[in-house]
């Protein structure tokens, strides 16, 4: 079995904020599946789909952001899903825009998400796909974050979430080593 959690923040107002990539993804990635996340369970919305033999659950929590940890660690729980099998798909500061980074273990980075998951889960030893958003060039962080992507900036949105369900594909099936190897 293997989990995915995209992270975000839920309601209408977030919905295409630089903060919600995570949920980007896991909605396409849910499209390429022929599945929609419309279960709620373990605070989130949720799917689970059985593709070429492997169980996949897609999870966005609804718990907002900064305490997303409190919905994976139900979920894992409930799976008895070994940490090696979960993987976070959250946006990152500090990667240019639409790059994406894989890791099998990690920092946190600042990101508050992957530390509410580490702070719940007792350890940072679980694999994360990150992707990129950049810095803003002026102001605050919290507020970029939450601000949305510019027009300009739609088709390379579009790339990276595409590229980022290729390497979820890749993980799911080939393990952590290809996918780091093909999409890093």
């Known amino acids: 079995m293997k989990i995915i959690v995209g992270l975000g923040n839920p309601g209408e ?33 949720l799917t689970k789909k059985t593709v070429e033999k492997e169980d996949v659950v897609l999870i966005k929590p609804q718990t907002f952001m900064n305490v997303s940890g409190i919905a994976v660690k139900e979920a ?6 070994a940490l090696q099998e979960l993987m976070v798909v959250c946006d990152d500061l500090d990667l240019h825009l639409g790059k994406i980074r894989l890791r ?7 990101h508050r998400g992957l530390e509410s998951i580490a702070n719940s889960l007792g350890t940072t030893d679980f694999p994360r796909l990150r992707i990129g958003i950049g810095r803003p060039l002026s102001g605050e962080a919290s507020n ?4 949305p992507f510019s027009g300009d900036e739609e088709s390379k949105v579009q790339e990276s979430v595409e590229k980022a369900c290729r390497g979820l594909k890749t993980w ?13």
Request: glycine share 12%; aromatic share 14%.
């Open 13 to 45: 107002k977030y919905l295409k904020t630089r903060h919600n990539f995570g949920f980007m993804v896991i909605d396409r990635l849910a499209g390429h599946l022929e599945t929609a996340c419309s279960q709620k369970k373990f605070q989130s919305l």
């Open 76 to 81: 894992v729980a409930f799976y008895k899903c």
């Open 104 to 110: 099998r273990s990690g920092g946190c980075g600042g």
């Open 144 to 147: 970029y974050v939450l601000s």
């Open 172 to 184: 799911i099936f080939e393990g952590i080593e290809a996918c780091m190897n093909k999409f890093n």
